[in-house]
């Protein structure tokens, strides 16, 4: 036969997955932050070396824009 819950017991469980999740959103708001961080140095690192392949290119803005455009 199956134990019958009592009312105080179920509410400290409800407390207890509350607190579970809360800790589990934690957790996913700073991962969630360190990978748009993360995408965030990954995009200036690409902007860095496209100026640097521009710079040493030797071609001209304008003929840069043109090729890049569709």
């Known amino acids: 036969m199956a134990r019958i819950k009592s009312m105080t017991t ?3 469980e409800i407390v207890k997955v509350q607190e579970q999740l809360q800790k589990l959103q934690d957790r996913y708001d700073q ?3 360190k ?3 993360l995408q965030e140095q990954k995009k ?3 902007a860095e ?3 640097s392949a521009y710079l040493a ?3 001209s803005f304008d003929e840069l824009m043109t090729f890049l455009k569709p």
Do not use: P, R, S, V
Request: hydrophobic share 45%; net charge neutral.
């Open 10 to 12: 179920i509410d400290a």
């Open 31 to 33: 991962t969630a932050a």
């Open 35 to 37: 990978l748009e961080h």
């Open 44 to 46: 200036k690192l690409q």
């Open 49 to 51: 070396q496209i100026m």
């Open 57 to 59: 290119g030797g071609k």
